[in-house]
């Protein structure tokens, strides 16, 4: 049954799409990401590019080598719509790009500090220990960029990478790396053991538990396949995103060191937007597996958030 050749009906969404065929023929046991490339290369197009619909409910077909155009629900003369997404960027070059802005400016700052600030002091401690956390952090960033992250998406627009990178390369990089390394910041200030130590501990303990978790992440999804999994482990059955939870802990000892208002520009901002992905993330999980996945009440924070 499954091996039976039936043809779609295809049409464009939005712009025109040069080359489209109006009509193409695959079988039912035919794979989506066979229809993806099939089309990608029929409309001389990436198939990055494309993004493709069902006529009768509007919903996504994903491009994905595990599922058939009979799970689809694709039958003889069912219409799909193409859309041409526009010019793509990877995700995992989006990343790079977005991280490598604290990389370059704040180690810039520091050593340009007499011709920034017109000073011949030295650095503090503290400004110091701000720019190897800081620095740190990011460099682990860029690690799980390139050999932890396993992206449930290939692509993303390519104009998004200006407005992702504005927010590393502005806030937590040309912000933060100004004030902290500024001659009169709290950060020039002497170290206080006292808060320094305790806030260097949570940072430890908070970069180690943020790439535990990352990785756990990672493991829950074959190398080239979109699948999800339930995680479980290391805050995992407490709340939803306790890799969130570890990243909000990291920065507050950052903040503890550095006690630059600057640094709250940066965080409040990011921990906002951490909401918002953990609340999407909660809501794919009990979709994606009722009955299966342990509903939390938390998504980040317990009691708070």
């Known amino acids: 049954m499954t091996s039976r050749i039936v043809t779609l ?9 040069r080359s489209l065929p109006e009509a193409f023929e695959i ?40 599922i058939s155009i009979d799970q689809t629900g694709l039958r003889e003369q069912s219409v799909i719509y193409v859309k041409d997404l526009g010019p793509q960027i990877a995700w995992r070059t989006v990343f790079i790009v977005e991280y490598l802005g604290p990389l370059l400016i704040h180690p810039l700052v520091y050593f340009l ?13 503290l400004q110091t220990l701000s720019l190897i956390l800081i620095t740190a952090h990011f460099l682990k960033r860029e690690f799980e960029t390139l050999f932890i992250h396993r992206f449930s998406l290939t692509t993303m627009p390519a104009f998004n990478i200006f407005k992702n990178s504005f927010h590393y390369w502005a806030l937590a990089s040309a912000n933060l790396a100004y004030w902290i390394y500024a001659p009169n910041s709290p950060t020039a200030q002497p170290l206080n053991p006292a808060i320094a130590y305790p806030a260097l501990a949570l940072y430890v303990v908070s970069q180690v538990c943020n790439l535990s978790t990352h990785i756990i992440l990672r493991n829950l999804r074959k190398p080239g396949s979109t699948e999800r999994g339930i995680p479980t482990g290391l805050g995992f059955g407490v709340v939803t995103c306790p890799n969130y939870l570890y990243e ?22 990011a921990v906002g937007q951490m909401l918002l992905w953990a609340k999407k993330k909660e809501m794919r999980y009990r979709k994606d597996f009722p009955g299966k996945y342990k509903r939390k009440r938390y998504t980040i924070i317990p009691g708070l958030f």
């Open 27 to 66: 079988p039912l046991s035919g794979l989506a990401s066979q229809l993806y490339q099939s089309l990608a290369s029929k409309s001389s197009i990436s198939v990055h590019r494309l993004r493709i619909t069902k006529g009768i409910d509007g919903s996504y077909i994903p491009n994905s080598k595990g």
């Open 248 to 269: 909000i802990l990291a920065w507050i000892a950052i903040w503890l060191v550095t006690w630059s208002l600057s640094t709250g520009v940066f965080v409040v901002p």
């Open 113 to 125: 500090r007499p011709y920034i600030y017109k000073t011949n002091e030295r650095p503090s401690e």
């Open 9 to 17: 009906s295809v049409k464009p969404r939005g712009k025109p799409i």
